[in-house]
């Protein structure tokens, strides 16, 4: 075998843009200086769907729903017109932790039927009724998991811009958990609170900073500082991190992390 | 501008439980005999449904005293096809340096089920989370490395072993086990029996009278490392991958393919090879009157010519649709029909669409030389995966 990499660089990339909804609002600004405290012990900080217009949304999910506004928060943030992802030369690469859960527990509780419910309940619906809103028929990846898996979605990104199988990458986490949260109280062991329900999307483009992918021992600062602003958001959490450091007019080197069922995977790209 | 081919991957071993076995050899010669694993689901209960029939793993072996502990059938299916795997061929790196990737459409669904039961409890709520499995697999191997859930609906398992290309050709990772698994249980075969998707009568890809899919469970699992670190035998080699959104409908596929067709060309890109080396195309054939027509035109668009000499199968009439597992037992297949130097047929073809005009092997195994294979994947919301694999040939 290979002598073992420290770490797994890749060729430079740059964050675009960040679009932030959270149970506190949108946009880092909307995040209280501690959480916990903000949360008043409620254990979860629900998210609003948002309104949006056309028969096609009647059947879509929360989920769904949260997936496109975080788009549309995304291109306010970087200043950019819907034409501007259109296409196949955009990837989407789309995580979560747990956002299907909610229509998984409505499906099984049905009585009967479900024929139109049953393709929500699988966690491709969300990236898909984005695809269909933004018309996005690039390359396509998944991941399931906590925030590892959303390190892990940034880290498959720049891969995806590497092979120059795109020229642009949507990195879309989206996290739920009010219809559940009998379920995550039974699950706290795999959660500290306060839950904060969060739909988060980056924006990738080629060039600038490296980014190595490596496991750090223990949380970063900046993965600490989004802990303790926006709470427990699981698979946003490095976007989160990424809008709370500046999204795309961050300097600095920036180190995202996280941990999901005891184990650690970590970002960085060095200061520029 | 053409780049040049990305780097390959070796396959050093596979493991795999299917309804025709508990290992790949019993996937393999069933495959080659045309062994039926379909049957009435016994597991659950079916008789609400319209179809209660699909391709039921009847029985699975004792797991080894160190395989994490558990009743997630969706774990079980994986860990004994990691034991299929272990048996053949040893991880050989260091626990950080080994990755897991694996594809699942279900998760361990049916643990969420259980949780939201009466009496429901901690360990069936972590369990219901889609991922739980991959972590199950990871404490199985001591694997410390990353730990990848992929979950692009059915075309999960190509999209894993895609992922895990990724991880080691950018040196994230010097071995990766990876691959896909999914279970039937009520919540999916409800699902897809609302859907009206199942048909009752036998899964018959390519066949004028084809009216549906039906079901089935599995695990597989491939042992992955960089072609240049490889020692010893190897399986065979995963060239290119790639993905693409159809961007259409969030269930059915977009009636002109252009997303499998996007994945397709760009896999056959990724690995340096032109329409020309194409030996074989294992199809995803449903047996849906949609997916067969789609997948039939998109490859006379990409094969061009010699899209009518290039034998194509599906082998889910005798498995049904494994689902997450189903890609990844597909590029196993391919690379024992490259060692082998044999085509499984496609169980159920028998009378032959006019819209589905293509050399499908059919309706007996057929003898074959072969090197370089083309697997193509489509699940719910779009997704499409093509995986193109060369055979270690005789």
Redesign the interface.
């Known amino acids: 075998m290979s002598a073992p990499a420290a770490r797994a660089a890749t060729m430079g990339t740059r964050v675009a843009g960040v679009g932030l909804l959270t149970g506190w609002g949108e946009g880092p600004g909307a995040l209280p200086a501690d959480a916990a405290r903000a949360a008043g012990g409620r254990a979860v900080i629900a998210l609003a769907p948002p309104a949006l217009d056309g028969g096609r949304f009647r059947r879509a999910t929360r989920e769904c729903l949260l997936g496109i506004a975080a788009v549309e928060a995304l291109l306010r943030d970087a200043g950019l017109r819907r034409e501007a992802i259109r296409g196949p030369a955009t990837a989407l690469v789309y995580v979560t932790a747990a956002a299907y859960a909610a229509a998984n527990v409505a499906f099984v509780g049905a009585a009967a039927g479900g024929a139109l419910h049953f393709p929500y309940t699988a966690p491709s619906a969300v990236p898909a009724e984005v695809a269909i809103e933004f018309g996005l028929t690039g390359p396509y990846l998944i991941l399931l998991g906590g925030a590892p898996a959303a390190i892990d979605a940034l880290w498959q990104a720049t891969r995806l811009l590497e092979r120059a199988g795109c020229e642009r990458a949507l990195v879309l986490a989206v996290e739920t958990f009010a219809e559940c949260a009998g379920l995550w109280a039974r699950g706290r062991r795999l959660v500290r609170g306060p839950l904060v329900e969060a739909a988060a999307c980056a924006l990738l483009l080629p060039g600038g900073r490296p980014a190595a992918y490596a496991a750090a021992p223990g949380p970063t600062p900046l993965e600490a500082l989004a802990r303790r602003r926006a709470g427990e958001t699981l698979a946003c959490a490095p976007l989160v991190a990424l809008a709370l450091a500046g999204g795309a007019r961050a300097r600095g080197p920036l180190a995202l992390g996280g941990e999901w069922r005891g184990r650690r995977a970590g970002l960085t790209w060095a200061g520029r | 501008m053409a780049?040049p081919a990305?780097e390959p991957i070796a396959i050093l071993g596979a493991g795999a439980v299917t309804p025709l076995g508990a290992d790949v050899d019993a996937f393999w010669s069933g495959l080659v005999t045309g062994a039926d694993g379909i049957s009435r689901i016994e597991r659950f209960f079916v008789d609400d449904l319209r179809v209660g029939r699909g391709g039921e793993i009847k029985k699975l072996r004792a797991l080894r005293p160190e395989a994490p502990r558990g009743d997630c059938r969706a774990s079980r299916l994986l860990l004994q096809a990691a034991e299929d795997l272990l048996a053949r061929v040893a991880p050989?790196?260091?626990p950080?340096?080994i990755a897991v990737a694996v594809g699942t459409?279900l998760?361990g669904?049916e643990q969420?089920?259980r949780?939201?039961g009466a009496g429901?409890?901690?360990r069936h709520?972590?369990g219901?989370?889609?991922?739980?499995p991959a972590?199950a697999l990871?404490r199985r191997l001591g694997a410390?490395g990353?730990?990848?859930?992929?979950?692009?609906?059915c075309a999960s398992g190509a999209?894993a072993l895609?992922?895990a290309a990724?991880?080691l050709?950018?040196?994230?990772a010097?071995?990766v086990v990876a691959g896909g698994y999914d279970i039937l249980c009520r919540?999916v075969l409800?699902?897809?029996d609302?859907?009206?998707s199942l048909t009752r009568d036998r899964v018959r890809p390519f066949d004028r009278r084809r009216s549906g899919l039906l079901l089935g469970e599995a695990a597989a699992l491939v042992l992955m490392?960089?072609e240049?670190?490889a020692r010893g035998p190897r399986l065979g080699r995963l060239l290119g991958h790639?993905?693409?959104?159809?961007?259409?409908?969030?269930?059915a596929p977009d009636p002109e393919g252009?997303?499998l067709e996007?994945a397709l060309r760009?896999a056959l890109a990724?690995a340096g090879v032109g329409p020309d080396d194409v030996d074989f195309v294992s199809a995803h054939g449903t047996g849906t009157p949609l997916n067969d027509r789609i997948e039939t035109e998109v490859l006379k668009r990409v094969l061009g010519p010699r899209a009518w000499t290039v034998p194509v199968n599906s082998i889910k009439g005798g498995l049904g649709h494994t689902m997450g597992a189903a890609a990844t037992l597909e590029a196993i297949m391919c690379l024992l029909a490259a060692r082998e130097g044999v085509l499984p047929a496609t169980l159920g073809l028998e009378e032959r669409d006019p819209a589905c005009d293509l050399d499908y092997v059919a309706p007996a195994a057929r003898p074959a030389h072969l090197r370089v294979s083309v697997s193509t994947s489509l699940?719910?919301?779009?997704?499409?995966a093509a995986l193109v694999l060369e055979g270690a040939t005789p």
């Open positions: 780049r990305a050989g790196a260091a950080d340096r459409a998760g669904v969420l089920e949780a939201v429901g409890r901690l709520a972590a219901g989370l889609y991922e739980a972590h990871a410390r990353p730990v990848l859930t992929v979950s692009t609906a999209s895609g992922a990724e991880l050709r950018a040196g994230a010097d071995v919540f409800r699902g897809f609302a859907l009206r490392t960089r240049r670190d790639a993905s693409g959104s159809d961007g259409a409908h969030i269930a252009r997303g996007l760009a990724d699940g719910f919301g779009g997704c499409n």
